[in-house]
């Protein structure tokens, strides 16, 4: 088991950056592929970035490519997304997550989530 808490969310303007965290515990996280996924009211649960066990390889979807950036501190095991020039439909909650997926992102399912952060634009 892996248990993921998830920190940095908050209310920030348009343009404005944030950092999110994601704590793991339990298991070894550094085998494990990480992600982060947002929830908008309204809308389904979407993969936005994805990152290798080892940091060297990313996925980003085209919404979020150029502003925002996913890394990973394995010897803290942590996951972090870094989001810069933020706007309003940015706004959702984060999910974090991660996958003992074979290599190839973003991998075809997550197995451990954590709780969410909410992260709110305002124009």
């Known amino acids: 088991q892996v248990q993921l808490v998830e920190s940095g969310g908050g209310l920030v303007q348009t343009g404005g950056s944030l950092k999110l965290s994601c704590k793991a515990s339990g298991r070894t996280f550094s085998s494990y592929a990480g992600g982060w996924f947002r929830q908008a009211p309204g809308k389904v649960r979407d993969l936005i970035a994805a990152?290798?066990?080892?940091?060297?390889?990313?996925y980003y979807v085209d919404s979020v490519k150029g502003r925002f950036t996913i890394s990973r501190d394995n010897a803290k095991n942590t996951l972090y997304l870094r989001m810069n020039s933020l706007k309003p439909e940015d706004t959702a909650v984060y999910y974090c997550?991660?996958?003992?997926?074979?290599?190839?992102?973003?991998?075809?399912?997550?197995?451990?989530w954590g709780q969410g952060t909410q992260v709110t634009v305002s124009s």
């Open positions: 997550a991660c996958a003992d997926a074979p290599p190839g992102l973003p991998p075809d399912e997550f197995e451990y």
């Open positions: 990152i290798d066990w080892s940091g060297g390889e990313t």
